[in-house]
């Protein structure tokens, strides 16, 4: 044999057999079932029920999406179940959103449940991960016919309401890394249906256990975002200012502004057994809306203080309130480890209780640096 032939022939055979092995797992699309979405909740007797919303490919029904429940005792016993109800095999290698309801993440330890979504390799893991502000199935049945499929209509109102840092976009990967590390507390995406339609509220945040504890709102969110340093150019905020006069039924004292770029510096210490938080951010921002005369050109410097407190007084309510729950979101935790390693490592496993008693230090400056073009 042509020794020149053998590597040849070998590639071929390492070929096939790679060809041969992913044929032993492919299935043709009308022997599938193909859900969108994912719903984990508990019900009124704390039981475990699982959801899915699967799109119809007919054109002679009307509804273009089929939805199922059950109570199952872990999500891999729910395939099989949903597979006895369905005309095909269930496949979740397509999930775009896992939803999780108030009910179940009034626990700890839910986290668990999402196992076989690491463990088995064919599942994907850019699921995003969303918070219910209720029951799963009042959203998942909810069907509107005037807008996109459920699953779809979630995953871009999240991901686009990320890049404006009025959201997190968390993938089940991302939520698992939040998980194991240890210097901060997860953060997912909140919905809510209000009078019948799906409505964006924020932010929800976890404790270490993964247990629910606090809401954000949109605006709340971005400057969680700020000081997480993952804010990008482009997010709105809002304030009414003191002193301006107001013409009901008209908020004549408002003033928007979009921020611009974005400096967060942190610094950690250690002092009387706690530690010590030093928040400083500096922004520069472009005015959208001011609907009270000023001269802005003129009075920008009172304006900018104003401002700057308005802002400071928000960012320290949201840390007074994550001092109460006990929760780390902006992840202050992998500050300490990088500079108070020895203290950060007696209070690693508690690091809840820690925050609760640290002391902070909030600066903000903002500088107005476009007026636009309107006197």
């Not at 909030?362 to 007026?371: E, P, Q, S, Y």
Request: proline share 5%.
């Amino acid at each position: 044999m042509n020794r020149r032939h053998v590597p040849v022939k070998l590639l071929a055979l390492i070929a096939a057999s790679f060809f041969l092995s992913a044929c032993g797992d492919q299935l043709t699309l009308e022997n599938a079932s193909t859900p969108l979405a994912l719903g984990l909740d508990l019900d009124e007797n704390e039981k475990f029920h699982f959801y899915s919303s699967a799109p119809v490919f007919s054109k002679n029904i009307k509804k273009k999406s089929q939805e199922f429940s059950d109570q199952a005792e872990t999500l891999r016993q729910s395939k099989a179940i949903q597979d006895s109800h369905s005309a095909g095999s269930v496949q979740g290698r397509n999930f775009q959103v896992i939803l999780l309801g108030r009910h179940m993440l009034q626990y700890d330890d839910w986290f668990s449940m999402l196992d076989v979504i690491f463990r088995d390799a064919r599942n994907t893991v850019t699921d995003r991960i969303i918070a219910v502000d209720g029951p799963v199935n009042e959203l998942l049945y909810l069907n509107p016919p005037d807008q996109p499929l459920l699953p779809i209509l979630l995953r871009t109102m999240v991901d686009t309401k990320t890049k404006k840092s009025e959201t997190y976009s968390t993938t089940a990967q991302e939520l698992h890394r939040q998980f194991l590390e240890k210097g901060v507390t997860p953060y997912i995406a909140e919905v809510k249906v209000v009078n019948n339609q799906v409505q964006l509220k924020g932010s929800a945040l976890l404790n270490e256990q993964g247990k629910y504890k606090m809401s954000l709102n949109a605006q709340e969110t971005i400057l969680l975002n700020i000081m997480q340093k993952q804010a990008d150019p482009g997010f709105s905020l809002s304030y009414r200012i003191p002193g301006k006069p107001v013409k009901l039924p008209f908020a004549t004292n408002m003033l928007s502004f979009t921020g611009g770029k974005v400096k967060t510096k942190i610094k950690t210490a250690y002092k009387n057994g706690k530690f010590m938080f030093d928040i400083h951010i500096k922004m520069t921002v472009g005015l959208s809306e001011h609907l009270f005369p000023i001269d802005v050109a003129n009075d920008a410097a009172p304006l900018e203080k104003q401002v700057s407190g308005l802002i400071q007084d928000q960012v320290e309510g949201i840390i007074k309130r994550l001092k109460k729950n006990k929760i780390d979101p902006i992840g202050l935790g992998v500050y300490a480890r990088a500079f108070q390693y020895a203290q950060f490592k007696q209070a690693q496993d508690n690091w809840g209780d820690a925050v609760s008693q640290a002391d902070f230090k909030v600066k903000v400056d903002l500088k107005i640096g476009a007026m636009g073009p309107v006197k």
